[in-house]
């Protein structure tokens, strides 16, 4: 007698020529599989993927998206069920302040939120299209990064500028990374053992990406990110918080078009911008430690940023228990860490170098010294927060 299909929830993360795509055990959370097809409709399309601790490439010449799902199906282990298919939908507007099943109205709700994520949900909708027809019977739900952010006060999320702009165009701060923030949140709280109801926190999720969010009581109150993901903190390329009048200024400095300096400014800014070395964070911390000046002058201004970030979201909260850092820099880059925490003493961080040292103390990830205020390292998981999401939509 055979053992019953383990069942399985399939994440779908899509880009414009790439789909990340992970499987999720439902029985205790177990991540199955993850992999990427990317350069999807190119001669060079192909697929990397990971089972366990093996590795393996296909090359998937002129793949489109619906191939590419189709050959994961190939790969997905015969003991498995894809039981629920979850979507990474980057902007839900003010439509979705929550996850939610997907049916034909949500699609053209996603559809409607194209021009504030003219780069992602286009292909978010491709994905999700390409998915109904590789997955027809299975259940599909699409989970928001915006969506945690919908909490946040009138206060935080206007900005100050005509009223109508925000009635008539949607102007308004929406906030991205939301399933990171959200569940490094809950993974702290569990790990300090308080509920998450009675707690303030900062959560910096510093990825290629980058935003910082104030969480009280479990709701997102303040964000770094904006109406686009180009607010903010300094990222691997896109420049953060700039003066608007750049703009106007670098148009007639140089006699750039609006997309021309848009393109500075989101692909070549940034660490990148400002190390003219890489705007990979590992790179730059071993070219400082080699010298290089213009490398360390990236990463001051990135921790100076942050650390002012962290102080400005303070506002927001009415208590802060806990700094949590989070992201491939922020779970691993421990001088980001410290020189971050050396503009925090006014908020009374003050990190342990050993527990730094080691990215953090298990089984708390605790990065502070006794005494002062808490702060953590807590990987994040998108990928389980968007399985355990889906799963409970279509159970309520
Ligand atoms: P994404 O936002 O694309 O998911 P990640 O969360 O993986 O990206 O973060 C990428 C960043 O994390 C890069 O700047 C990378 O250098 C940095 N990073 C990843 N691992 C390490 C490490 N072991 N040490 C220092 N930096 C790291």
Redesign the pocket.
Known sequence: MGDAPRPAVLIINCGSSSVKFALIGVRGEVLILSGLAERLGSPEAGMTWKIGAERAARPLPDADLVTALHEMIGILPGDVQVVAVGHRVVHGAEEFSRSVRIEAAVLAAIERCNDLAPLHNPANLAGIRAAQKVFPTIPQVAVFDTAFHQTLPERAYLYPVPYDWYQTDRVRRYGFHGTSHRYVASEAARRLGRPLESLGLITAHL???CSATAIEGGHSVDTTMGISPLEGLVM?TRSGDVDPSLHEYMAARRGWSLERIMRALNRESGLLGLSGVS?????L?EAAASGNARAQLAIDVFSYRLAKSICGLSAALSRLDAIVFT???GE??KLVRLRTAEHLKVLGVALDPARNETNGAPPTGLISRDGTLTCLVVPTNEELMIARETLSVLSS
């Open positions: 990825g290629n990406g691997g705007n990979d964070m590992r790179t911390t992201g491939g820099i691993n880059n």
